[in-house]
């Protein structure tokens, strides 16, 4: 009985004594909170302001002229006329359009870049053949090449093909795998028992059925993992679908959104419907991170200790 | 499992393809693109593009770009292949893409050949004479500089609005303009820059605020200083193939130009690299700045500050001076329908298309025709700009120089006279990038 009331008594007698030795980290707390919170605060504040009036309240906590035109600018609502007014550019930003080509943009190259990666970080892992460690060792190196490197090259190669100005040639570099993926999983899968795989060699399955009925299922932790970061990675790619996809068809969010804000030189730019974009854009993947942020932690942690 | 897994693939490929297909046929093939970077300019040219597809039955697809993307986009769509028909085109990158064989003469294709190119100002339609004398872009605005003020810090000051339109400078001492902008520069404790105990490292509004270095050019930084001496970038213009910046006059002007930092009546240039110096000048941080008349919107639209619009002064040589610029629009040589983007490209630059730009008040249309019509949108609107207009006038503009090696030039020419306005280096260290600059035309 004892044992169990004297954590329970000093858990409620905490509260009431006060520690100096508590009050550095309680403000390293808080100071952290604040720091990484404000920005969003700022952008929150400066999407609900009117932009012609942002400029001469830069200081303003609250947001100025209070107003969700710069939300309706985004959305389409708001004809150039009214945009213009209210300090906007008088550019239009196609944003269902966009979101719908990031949506699809890093959705295929996720599916594909961990599916594929998966497949290979299997032979990687789990499959003896002939030059196996060579092969893996030069791929890893692969990972040390920046990759503006390959960009000029692979932009010619997608302009040989036909393919600028189409989904495929924007997820073409993204959607077989990256090096990062395979790396990631092949880790995963060494860890993996070998008893249940010669079992199902014994019953007479293949590497086909071994690597989807064992392989995939017990590893959906860290494929879900891997999925979000790519996801993220993904949707927040900026350069190579600026080169390759600059129509209106498959520009995606993050080149709509720079377009938006470059204007004409020394112009500057609408804020406002710059902050409610950047706000809206973000929102999926915040929503990805709230839902799947503890498997992930969980997740990494899980394979790091194996 | 495996089922499903194929499944899924086989949908991913699937919507690969269908987003291949959708990709590829954008609107009709025999649509024209054409691109644009001024969203202000946006509506009124989709008006025109409108009203061009209704006399011609020829469709326009417009793509506006800003500044910063849409010339590494347009060298892409050069090298790729898919660059459009028809896009708006800027003196300092033109003689690139002319030397590259990538522009379309306009010579050679009928709509744009007949065009008479007297209704234009004087001078744009020949900026765009390239020196084999073909011609690769028809006018469609220009623009000169003026300041922006802050009308509440000018009446503080003491000033009027006709004391403004009345400065002189001269590289020694500044003149009246630089009593101005002293008189304008107020510390943080209230003191202003022409009294005792101004303190030049704490100042809470400056007189005149600094878009920048300026580059080799200078157009809203300092050429409408150094042209009032009388000096010029180049030793002819279009086409010159000498550079002036070892110009004693050039230099001292520079050195002036520089000083105003050190005194405190210009932000130092680390403080304003990637700062929007409009939104600053609306924060009341600074009481003038000097910008084109592209520029008329975007000052003239915050709430809550007062703006008009004054000359530049008047320098040594008696007169006030302007950078002339002008867009036009250049047809891509690699189009499918050369006639089609000649039409489009005439039509742009005729007075019913200029006539829309005009009513639209954001620039001033190139065709002499529709300027009236432009200063009275503009007064519509509440906008004086006459400051903008007195220097074609009185023919006080000088034009853009016009010279191959654009790119390379702006590669020397920047980090050197970023240097000499963050004081690092005094302007006669801009002879040795001088020598540089003329060493590409050897």
Same mark, same amino acid.
């Given at each position: 009985?004892?044992?169990?009331?004297?954590?329970?008594?000093?858990?409620?007698?905490?509260?009431?004594?006060?520690?100096?030795?508590?009050?550095?980290?309680?403000?390293?707390?808080?100071?952290?909170?604040?720091?990484?919170?404000?920005?969003?605060?700022?952008?929150?504040?400066?999407?609900?302001?009117?932009?012609?009036?942002?400029?001469?309240?830069?200081?303003?906590?609250?947001?100025?002229?209070?107003?969700?035109?710069?939300?309706?600018?985004?959305?389409?609502?708001?004809?150039?006329?009214?945009?213009?007014?209210?300090?906007?550019?008088?550019?239009?930003?196609?944003?269902?359009?966009?979101?719908?080509?990031?949506?699809?943009?890093?959705?295929?190259?996720?599916?594909?870049?961990?599916?594929?990666?998966?497949?290979?970080?299997?032979?990687?892992?789990?499959?003896?053949?002939?030059?196996?460690?060579?092969?893996?060792?030069?791929?890893?190196?692969?990972?040390?090449?920046?990759?503006?490197?390959?960009?000029?090259?692979?932009?010619?190669?997608?302009?040989?093909?036909?393919?600028?100005?189409?989904?495929?040639?924007?997820?073409?570099?993204?959607?077989?795998?990256?090096?990062?993926?395979?790396?990631?999983?092949?880790?995963?899968?060494?860890?993996?028992?070998?008893?249940?795989?010669?079992?199902?060699?014994?019953?007479?399955?293949?590497?086909?059925?071994?690597?989807?009925?064992?392989?995939?299922?017990?590893?959906?932790?860290?494929?879900?993992?891997?999925?979000?970061?790519?996801?993220?990675?993904?949707?927040?790619?900026?350069?190579?679908?600026?080169?390759?996809?600059?129509?209106?068809?498959?520009?995606?969010?993050?080149?709509?959104?720079?377009?938006?804000?470059?204007?004409?030189?020394?112009?500057?730019?609408?804020?406002?419907?710059?902050?409610?974009?950047?706000?809206?854009?973000?929102?999926?993947?915040?929503?990805?991170?709230?839902?799947?942020?503890?498997?992930?932690?969980?997740?990494?942690?899980?394979?790091?200790?194996? | 499992?495996?089922?499903?897994?194929? &499944?899924?693939?086989? $949908?991913?490929?699937?919507?690969?393809?269908?987003?291949?297909?959708?990709?590829?046929?954008?609107?009709?093939?025999?649509?024209?693109?054409?691109?644009?970077?001024?969203?202000?300019?946006?509506?009124?040219?989709?008006?025109?593009?409108?009203?061009?597809?209704?006399?011609?039955?020829?469709?326009?697809?417009?793509? /506006?770009?800003?500044?910063?993307?849409?010339?590494?986009?347009?060298?892409?769509? !050069? #090298?790729?292949?898919?660059?459009?028909?028809?896009?708006?085109?800027?003196?300092?990158?033109?003689?690139?893409?002319?030397?590259?064989?990538?522009?379309?003469?306009?010579?050679?294709?009928?709509?744009?050949?007949?065009?008479?190119?007297?209704?234009?100002?004087?001078?744009?339609?020949?900026?765009?004479?390239?020196?084999?004398?073909?011609?690769?872009?028809?006018?469609?605005?220009?623009?000169?500089?003026?300041? !922006?003020?802050?009308?509440?810090?000018?009446?503080?000051?003491?000033?009027?609005?006709?004391?403004?339109?009345?400065?002189?400078?001269?590289?020694?001492?500044? &003149?009246?303009?630089? *009593?101005?902008?002293?008189?304008?520069?107020?510390?943080?404790?209230?003191?202003? %820059?022409?009294?005792?105990? !101004?303190?030049?490292?704490?100042?809470?509004?400056?007189?005149?605020?600094?878009?920048?270095?300026?580059?080799?050019?200078?157009?809203? *930084?300092?050429?409408?200083?150094?042209?009032?001496?009388?000096?010029?970038?180049?030793? *002819?213009?279009?086409?010159?193939?000498?550079?002036?910046?070892?110009?004693?006059?050039? /230099?001292?002007?520079?050195?002036?130009?520089?000083?105003?930092?050190?005194?405190?009546?210009?932000?130092?240039?680390?403080?304003?690299?990637?700062?929007?110096?409009?939104?600053?000048? $609306?924060?009341?941080?600074?009481?003038?700045?000097?910008?084109?008349?592209?520029?008329?919107?975007?000052?003239?639209?915050?709430?809550?500050?007062?703006?008009?619009?004054?000359?530049?002064?008047?320098?040594?040589? %008696?007169?006030?001076?302007?950078?002339?610029?002008?867009? $036009?629009?250049?047809?891509?040589? &690699?189009?499918?329908?050369?006639?089609?983007?000649? /039409?489009? #490209?005439?039509?742009?630059?005729?007075?019913?298309? /200029?006539?829309?730009?005009?009513?639209?008040?954001?620039?001033?249309?190139?065709?002499?025709?529709?300027?009236?019509?432009?200063?009275?949108?503009?007064?519509?609107?509440?906008?004086?700009?006459?400051?903008?207009?007195?220097?074609?006038?009185?023919?006080?503009?000088?034009? !853009?120089?016009?010279?191959?090696?654009?790119?390379?030039?702006?590669?020397?020419?920047?980090?050197?006279?970023? $240097?000499?306005?963050?004081?690092?280096?005094?302007?006669?260290?801009?002879?040795?990038?001088?020598?540089? #600059?003329?060493?590409?035309?050897?």
């Amino acid at each position: 009985m004892p044992l169990t009331r004297a954590p329970h008594r000093s858990y409620a007698r905490t509260p009431q004594r006060f520690r100096w030795a508590n009050v550095l980290p309680w403000i390293l707390l808080i100071l952290a909170i604040a720091v990484s919170v404000l920005p969003f605060y700022w952008i929150l504040r400066t999407s609900l302001s009117m932009n012609a009036s942002l400029a001469t309240n830069a200081t303003s906590l609250l947001p100025v002229d209070f107003n969700f035109g710069a939300f309706a600018r985004v959305f389409g609502l708001q004809s150039t006329q009214e945009a213009i007014a209210q300090g906007g550019s008088g550019a239009d930003i196609n944003f269902w359009v966009y979101l719908r080509n990031s949506v699809i943009f890093a959705s295929i190259s996720t599916a594909g870049a961990v599916f594929f990666s998966a497949m290979a970080a299997y032979a990687f892992a789990r499959l003896r053949w002939r030059g196996r460690n060579v092969v893996f060792s030069a791929f890893l190196a692969t990972m040390m090449v920046p990759p503006i490197f390959t960009a000029l090259p692979n932009f010619l190669l997608i302009r040989d093909l036909g393919l600028l100005n189409t989904m495929v040639g924007m997820v073409l570099p993204f959607v077989f795998m990256t090096p990062f993926a395979v790396f990631f999983l092949r880790q995963f899968f060494l860890s993996m028992s070998r008893e249940v795989e010669e079992a199902a060699m014994l019953d007479g399955a293949k590497h086909f059925r071994i690597f989807f009925q064992i392989i995939l299922p017990n590893a959906a932790a860290p494929l879900a993992t891997l999925a979000l970061l790519t996801f993220i990675q993904q949707w927040n790619e900026y350069f190579w679908p600026l080169l390759v996809g600059n129509s209106d068809d498959v520009r995606v969010l993050t080149v709509g959104l720079g377009v938006f804000k470059s204007q004409s030189p020394q112009g500057a730019p609408d804020w406002s419907g710059l902050m409610a974009a950047t706000l809206i854009s973000a929102l999926p993947v915040l929503t990805l991170f709230m839902i799947f942020g503890k498997k992930i932690v969980n997740s990494i942690g899980f394979s790091g200790v194996k | 499992m495996r089922a499903s897994a194929l &499944g899924l693939l086989g $949908a991913a490929t699937l919507t690969l393809t269908a987003c291949g297909g959708g990709g590829g046929g954008n609107g009709s093939s025999d649509a024209l693109d054409y691109w644009l970077w001024d969203a202000n300019q946006l509506p009124a040219y989709e008006q025109c593009a409108a009203d061009f597809t209704e006399s011609t039955g020829i469709d326009v697809n417009i793509t /506006q770009l800003g500044w910063d993307d849409y010339w590494s986009s347009l060298t892409n769509g !050069f #090298v790729a292949g898919t660059a459009p028909d028809v896009f708006t085109n800027h003196l300092s990158r033109y003689p690139e893409f002319v030397a590259n064989s990538q522009l379309l003469s306009l010579d050679d294709v009928e709509a744009t050949a007949s065009v008479d190119t007297s209704i234009y100002n004087e001078g744009l339609a020949e900026l765009w004479v390239a020196q084999d004398g073909k011609r690769y872009g028809l006018p469609k605005d220009w623009d000169t500089v003026a300041m !922006f003020y802050n009308e509440q810090m000018i009446a503080d000051a003491g000033y009027s609005a006709e004391d403004l339109e009345n400065l002189t400078w001269n590289p020694d001492d500044g &003149g009246t303009y630089e *009593e101005l902008i002293a008189r304008l520069s107020v510390d943080q404790n209230g003191v202003r %820059g022409d009294e005792d105990g !101004f303190d030049p490292n704490n100042v809470a509004v400056y007189g005149l605020g600094l878009p920048g270095a300026g580059e080799g050019h200078g157009q809203t *930084e300092w050429s409408y200083f150094t042209a009032t001496t009388g000096w010029t970038h180049t030793d *002819e213009n279009p086409w010159g193939t000498h550079y002036n910046y070892d110009d004693p006059n050039f /230099q001292q002007s520079m050195d002036w130009y520089a000083s105003l930092v050190d005194k405190g009546y210009m932000p130092p240039l680390e403080t304003t690299v990637g700062a929007s110096m409009p939104d600053t000048f $609306a924060a009341g941080k600074s009481a003038i700045n000097v910008n084109g008349s592209w520029m008329i919107g975007q000052y003239t639209g915050y709430e809550g500050v007062d703006v008009s619009i004054a000359p530049t002064p008047v320098g040594p040589t %008696g007169e006030r001076a302007s950078m002339f610029n002008g867009l $036009a629009d250049s047809i891509y040589a &690699g189009t499918d329908q050369p006639e089609e983007a000649a /039409q489009l #490209v005439a039509y742009l630059g005729s007075a019913d298309c /200029q006539s829309v730009v005009a009513e639209a008040a954001v620039v001033f249309p190139a065709v002499s025709s529709a300027m009236d019509q432009a200063t009275a949108a503009f007064a519509d609107n509440g906008v004086d700009v006459s400051a903008f207009t007195t220097h074609v006038e009185d023919g006080t503009t000088f034009m !853009f120089p016009i010279t191959d090696h654009a790119a390379q030039i702006d590669g020397i020419m920047a980090p050197a006279m970023d $240097a000499v306005v963050s004081g690092k280096t005094p302007a006669s260290s801009l002879t040795e990038a001088n020598e540089k #600059v003329n060493a590409l035309f050897e």
